[in-house]
């Protein structure tokens, strides 16, 4: 009965999806600013259009053990009550391509209200959501980066510092210093800033800073401030963009795979916003993080819209099926 119930209320959100496409042709408030601000953005450059902060989305951490009141629960019944809140999939498909509209000047409050409240479950969240894929992508990333002694990196909304700690543990590898020749004063040149607009989550990055034994280490820096209103230099930074640094943004995007894309959907709008509200106790800020998500330009428009703001060489990758992509460009 269970899963013929599961069964028709995914054939009822297949149906929604339908009428919602032949509804979506109209007009809309220009206005009025969509929600957009939970993308990551690494490497930015202060010409570029930013969003404020990413699902990226997704930082990281040592798994944590679940709470005990999830844990009691058997499998079955996580599984139950994650599908059955709100009951249809349809009603909920419907509520969640009617986008929460924010105003312009209501956006920085938003953003910052969202991570103040899930800063402290956020790194658990991600391992849920992802089953531990984010890590994968995020050192996809970094070896995209390929980090070297004596750079200077900037990691807008990195708060928790998971990008960051992978690309020091690069740098500092012993392989990669042997291979390189790095002499210690390169490597004390080195500085990696992690820019965010919510203390909290730079909270929790410093906490596991200092749980790393790099609580006083000088080349991470973390700074407290706005990716629509960056306070370094421009061209100071191998990121922010000196000529020939790169920019590199790791980003949850659009799945365009017709049936992956109606599981992406479901698990997205009916499983994420209820993992939120079991395990972090907030609901709302997950629905507003995958809301977000499909308001962010898809990969073709992003990638123009590097190149309109004078980058070269820009491409982007694909991870699961679209769903993450990493994006990059260089200027020259």
Not at 292 to 297: A, K, L, T
């Amino acid at each position: 009965d269970f899963c013929q119930e599961q069964r028709a209320s995914f054939q009822n959100s297949l149906d929604a999806m339908k009428e919602e496409k032949t509804r979506a042709k109209g007009g809309g408030n220009e206005n009025v600013m969509m929600i957009r601000e939970n993308h990551k953005t690494n490497f930015v450059v202060r010409d570029l259009p930013l969003f404020q902060r990413k699902l990226s989305v997704l930082s990281p951490s040592n798994f944590a053990p679940v709470p005990a009141p999830i844990r009691l629960l058997s499998s079955r019944r996580v599984v139950s009550r994650v599908l059955s809140y709100p009951s249809s999939l349809a009603s909920l498909h419907s509520h969640a391509t009617r986008f929460q509209q924010v105003k312009e000047e209501e956006k920085s409050k938003l953003v910052g209200n969202v991570f103040t409240n899930v800063a402290s479950s956020y790194d658990i969240m991600n391992d849920v959501m992802s089953a531990g894929l984010h890590r994968l992508w995020k050192e996809r990333l970094v070896g995209k980066l390929s980090p070297f002694a004596g750079m200077k990196h900037l990691d807008v909304a990195g708060g928790t510092g998971d990008v960051a700690f992978r690309i020091f543990d690069a740098v500092n590898s012993v392989k990669r210093r042997a291979l390189r020749k790095v002499d210690e004063a390169s490597l004390e040149e080195t500085q990696i800033y992690v820019c965010d607009i919510n203390p909290n989550m730079l909270n929790v990055g410093k906490q596991r800073a200092a749980e790393r034994g790099l609580r006083d280490n000088k080349s991470l820096v973390w700074v407290e401030g706005d990716a629509e209103a960056l306070s370094f230099d421009d061209n100071s930074m191998d990121g922010v963009l000196k000529r020939g640094g790169r920019f590199l943004c790791l980003e949850l995007s659009h799945v365009d795979i017709p049936v992956f894309k109606d599981i992406y959907d479901l698990y997205s709008f009916k499983v994420i916003p209820n993992l939120g509200e079991l395990i972090a106790g907030d609901r709302e800020s997950y629905q507003y993080l995958v809301e977000s998500v499909r308001r962010f330009p898809p990969q073709e428009r992003f990638a123009s819209m590097i190149g309109e703001a004078g980058f070269e060489k820009v491409e982007y990758e694909n991870l699961v099926g679209g769903a993450v992509a990493i994006h990059s460009a260089i200027k020259l």
